[in-house]
């Protein structure tokens, strides 16, 4: 397709989904369940279909030489279709914030302001490989009343088009207009830009994915984003910690999934703490396969195979079995050793000490704190939100996992008497 | 200054304002409180020195030929100076938002998840003019628990200046680190580049003035904007409307202020009223002194002094004694006609049937609407805020008056016993 096309193309999509975005604002809750466990259904239903599209993606996936993992994300099989339906289903059971009144202010003037919670309009969401995602967009931008564009990337085309299309026909009939999901048909990269530039209809940019999509996108726009540049988690063993619970906990947030965003990639571990914790800890992780990286404290104490951390270490996303290790005088240089090198993403500390757990909460500026429990929690699913379109390391708008408040803005609706300012 | 020096001092002023922010999240509510009486104390008792450096602006400005409207803008004097301390007063009186559990989740697996209010961090304030903005914007950051970065007009540098330092001065002592309240000391315009390009210690920038200051603001910063274009505000005449009513809140709306942002701007009349309600009104703001812009329709029923509105006048910000006036068939079409031509800020009907109320609030696309009011109402103090940063027409993170809320964000607080992924 030339540019000029593209370009056509993608100025239609854009005005049709902020059209149709306009009407979804009035569609009723029900309304939308019934379409979303319709989706469900029919997703379920075309199962063939969608695996026989997959595999066109597999098969071109298999002769670029994706990795195992990937092409492993990029696969879909009946129980992960089935998990795309269940995901619609959970958005269903999930109350619809529409319209939910999150105050309300009488003025001594009599004027009535009440502070309503409404779907911010048309969001733009960029992502990369698992096909899943665009039913879960879909699925958390129709409950939340707003228009929803998705691009996907092009190693999973054939796949998302096809869940794309099954989705779409199923709004047929309702009274949610079929403009409300738009999907790029276009594995060109120019197809993103032209997409960055319609600030006039799109008003929320969710690019999900590496972090050099993720600065491409905020580069290139003056439309809001929300994003997600990396997750460089630590796990903090203070010293009140309980060791056995440090141990079962550290393990986890490294080894259980190493490859996620929500994966531990630094301990720190109290001085008072180090020898007795930390050469069962590396041992155990060692068997695992985890490369441990220490600082010379670390390394005083554990002598077998730990390598030489650099400075560059503490600010590394590994996305892997590796993991470098600190040994902190005190709370303070834990605090401090997050808030220089982390990504304001997820951080736990291990302690029996409240005082020093809140400390850390009020100190550690990520989204996601935790006391006592894996940094593996941080996810949209976990907390109860269904599903997620991301997280956010952002300050501003939405922080952690993002799903169905994160897809809402708000508008005062002030109740008057004929009042007129004096 | 040279280039380089004004960025040694800025990058040493974020830095110290990054620094100063981390303690901020631990100031208690009372800390925080005695401090902005004590401000409000000072500013009062500082009134001659004070009104001294006012008068060297207001001196420099007429001799620039600054119109009426912005020399009175400008000026102190001991009633205003006054304000400027009750406002850090009605500060003090309003609840500190950090630390407000804004929500509990307690999920299957025993995680108790805390979403609880935090403050931003770093917050730049670029503005043009008012004085009161410098006092305003240290109360409510100082309360939100955020440091803050001024940046004032040219025009104003003196007075700015003055209160600033009168300011800061009474943080010594205090549990609040001076460098929590920064001023940009130099009238140079470069100074604004380089605070632009502080993302890595600034959170967010509000930037307050005309147009051309906020789309240069956005266009030349990653940081995150929240910014207020312009109010093209409108009042719809619904067919049921209470006429009187409309006069008077019409004429408020037009006549009481015609140069801020929450001014009427362009007044729409449902047919079946023209002819009753217009000739009256009309009548009535000509002899304030409005010039009236018409569709042919008016025009046709007032023949007496309305001139033509053309496409342009739609989407005018006159900011003036000028407005335009539409005769229009229906409720679809004022809706319609909103959100082409408005701005999103705030839009009024009148009328007294409830479901064209309703269809209103949720079809059009605003931070404010009225039923039954004047659009002069949206502002901090009159929606009980304090005092307010600014009005957003953004519609992510904050919208409408922007008070304290709106300087804050939150972080996920989770508490475990132990919990690893399966």
């Known amino acids: ?18 059209a149709a975005s306009s009407s979804m604002a009035l569609v009723k809750t029900s309304v939308k369940n019934a379409v979303l466990r319709k989706m469900a259904k029919v997703l379920v239903a075309n199962k063939d279909y969608l695996i026989r599209e997959n595999k066109k ?27 795309m339906a269940q995901c619609l289903l959970d958005t269903v059971a999930i109350k619809d914030p529409i319209g939910e009144v999150m105050k309300t202010i009488k003025r001594p003037n009599g004027l009535l302001i009440k502070k309503v919670r409404t779907p911010i309009g048309v969001v733009g969401i960029i992502y990369e490989s698992r096909p899943n995602v665009t039913s879960d967009c879909v699925g958390l931008g129709l409950k939340s009343g707003n228009a929803v564009i998705l691009k996907g990337g092009k190693e999973a085309f054939y796949s998302n088009k096809a869940i794309y299309s099954i989705l779409r026909k199923a709004l047929r009939g309702s009274k949610i207009p079929v403009g409300a999901i738009q999907f790029v048909s276009s594995t060109d990269r120019a197809a993103v830009n032209i997409l960055l530039q319609q600030d006039e209809y799109v ?22 984003v929300v994003k997600h540049y990396k997750g460089i988690c630590h796990t903090y063993v203070a010293k009140d910690a309980d060791l056995n619970m440090a141990h079962a906990i550290c393990f986890n947030a490294k080894v259980q999934r190493p490859g996620v965003c929500n994966a531990m990639e630094t301990m720190l571990v109290h001085k008072v703490c180090a020898a007795r914790f930390l050469p069962r800890m590396i041992g155990a992780l060692q068997e695992a ?11 005083s104490i554990v002598k077998r195979g730990v390598k ?43 302690t029996r000490n409240k005082h020093e757990a809140d400390r850390f909460f009020k100190s550690v500026d990520s989204a996601c704190l935790y006391v006592n ?42 109740h008057g008497e004929g009042q007129i300012r004096q």
């Open 57 to 83: 993606d597999l098969k071109a996936g298999v002769a670029q030489g994706l990795s195992n993992a990937l092409i492993d994300r990029l696969t879909l099989n009946g129980k992960r279709i089935k998990g």
């Open 373 to 414: 429990a894996s940094t593996r929690f941080t996810d949209g699913f976990e907390f109860g939100f269904g599903a997620e379109v991301g997280i956010s390391t952002d300050k501003l708008h939405a922080r952690g996992p993002m799903a169905l408040e994160g897809l809402t803005t708000y508008k005062y609706e002030i």
């Open 289 to 299: 396969g985890v490369e441990v990286r220490g600082c010379p404290e670390t390394r």
């Open 308 to 350: 030489a951390a650099t400075l560059k270490d503490w600010g590394e996303e590994y996305l892997d079995k590796i993991l470098s290790v600190k040994v902190v005088n005190n709370l303070d240089e834990a605090i401090d050793h997050i808030n220089t090198f982390g990504s304001r993403h997820s951080d736990a500390i291990i």
């Open 1 to 18: 397709m030339s540019n000029k096309n593209l370009e056509n193309m993608i100025v239609k999509m854009v005005k049709e989904a902020k």
């Open 203 to 224: 008003d929320l940019i969710v690019p999900r994915g590496g972090e050099g999509l993720i600065r491409f996108v905020v580069d290139n726009t003056r439309i809001p």
